[in-house]
């Protein structure tokens, strides 16, 4: 019913920035949230972003709050992240998810969302 793709990970040193892009596709009755998250070598999965899909509200983690920026294309069905002043604790798999507006539960925790892309590598040098 939906489907996600992300794109636009790599590799850079720290300070860089980089800007992931999830496409999302589909067809279905429902509304949806859609977040970002990240699982980083020897660490659970965590919270980094999320924003409404009707609406304009996001959220961020602490951890990446007054660096990156998620936002949205309603014109090409796609949500951004953009990451900037980036650090080598920022390196993880990147996730785009996305979850009905029916959900009740908080907004960071990723076993509530619904669907998933495959993930995109970020890895920041020091």
């Known amino acids: 019913q939906v489907q996600l793709a992300e794109s636009g990970g790599g590799l850079l040193q720290a300070g860089g920035s980089l800007r992931l892009s999830c496409v999302v596709s589909?067809?279905?009755?429902?509304?949806?949230?859609m977040g970002w998250f990240r699982q980083a070598p020897g660490k659970d999965r965590a919270f980094v972003a999320i924003m409404t899909w009707s609406g304009s509200t996001t959220y961020y983690a602490d951890s990446v709050k007054g660096r990156f920026t998620i936002s949205r294309d309603n014109a090409k069905n796609t949500v951004y992240l953009q990451m900037n002043s980036l650090k080598p604790e920022d390196t993880a798999i990147y996730y785009c998810?996305?979850?009905?507006?029916?959900?009740?539960?908080?907004?960071?925790?990723?076993?509530?969302?619904?669907?998933w892309g495959q993930g995109t590598q970020v890895t920041v040098s020091s």
């Open positions: 998810a996305a979850r009905s507006m029916s959900s009740l539960a908080p907004y960071y925790t990723w076993r509530t969302y619904n669907y």
């Open positions: 589909g067809r279905t009755f429902s509304n949806y949230n």
